[in-house]
């Protein structure tokens, strides 16, 4: 029997709404992602430090997916839950995303909320599997299936369609590939901070 250890993890569902969130708030994207961030090494326009833009119907339509999420991981007791930054993206051609974190004392789960979205032309998200790099220097690689039987490849390309959501621990490094189109493929971003709420002393 094969079993894998050590996995990392990413939680994949759909905006509920998503087909009524989906057009105010991409015009808000186009409205308002004008500017390259300059830390980063990418062309990819976003609206990080505007103000400028309502969340709140993104914010009740994700709130179950957040519950869901907690579900399906399970929870030790009571937990706080405090939204950090959220930020939306635009790509257009030559536009990529380069490997990035997005772990800080400040937050330790991430999502991405593909709001415009084509699977069929777009760049494509991606996690980098740090242990990859083992077996490539261990020649493991070259004699097993480890990719295409067991995931274990340097870049875990995760295929997602309009309107999916994912959440992931913040450490996991990820980017996008290079966009190809100008078709405004859009994303909106965010982190949040999990912790065990406290209890009131007695
Ligand atoms: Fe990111």
Redesign the pocket.
Known sequence: MLKLISPDFVFHSKLPQHETIKPPLFADALRTCLKKAGDWNCDVLTNRDSKDVDYSAFLDAFRPLVTAFCDAVGTRGPMELRLGALWMNLYNKGAW?EL???STPANNI?F?YFLNYNPDSDGQFFFLNERSSHYSASGLHNVFKLAENLNIAELVPIPVQDGDVILFPSQLR??VTMQRHDTNRCTL?GNLLVLPQKTQPE
Request: proline share 0%; hydrophobic share 20%.
């Open positions: 995303q990035h974190h997005h991430s991405v990820h980017g971003a």
